[in-house]
């Protein structure tokens, strides 16, 4: 269990994971030794699970994105392995989600362009066996895209 020090501490670095240890501290009230200890522990139970910039993708190339719903024709096994797999293997699907309801799995996929996208779907993903229906919903703008989870820490911002 979290207390409010670990909160704050998460807070602050998932916000801004260049703090440094000394900045840190400071804006959690620890000693850097303290603040490192905690920081060390977190990490070593798997709730920091890594560090990373965030980027823009429009400046990084990647001006086309969309929200792709993926059916499979059969829940059999050999063809979600299959599936998850390959979908593991392309760096340009940034999410998927297994889901209930209408769709098998939900995928977040960026491309430089339309033409970029069509080759994505024309020679991987319509190839992939088991794949009974996929329905795009092009992203027109980002509102909110994050990675923050919204943790219950009270303090200064």
Known sequence: MLDQTDELLLH??????????????NLAGLSTSSCWRRIKSLE???LIK???????RNAAGFGFS???????????????????????DRPEVLD?????????????VVAKDIGDYN?????????LPGIANVRSNIILKDVKSSQQLPL???GPE
């Not at 670095?13 to 440094?20: A, G, H, I």
């Open 12 to 25: 602050h670095l998932q916000r801004d994971s260049r703090l440094s240890n000394s900045q840190l501290a």
């Open 152 to 154: 219950n820490q009270s």
């Open 44 to 46: 070593e139970i798997g």
């Open 96 to 108: 998927c989600f297994a889901t209930t309801g209408d769709s098998d799995y939900h995928l977040r």
């Open 66 to 88: 969309a929200i792709i719903h993926v059916s499979l024709s059969r829940q059999a096994d050999s063809h979600v392995q299959e599936f998850v797999t390959a979908i593991l």
């Open 119 to 127: 080759n994505f779907l024309d020679n991987f993903l319509f190839k």
């Open 50 to 56: 890594g560090y990373t910039a965030v980027l823009d």
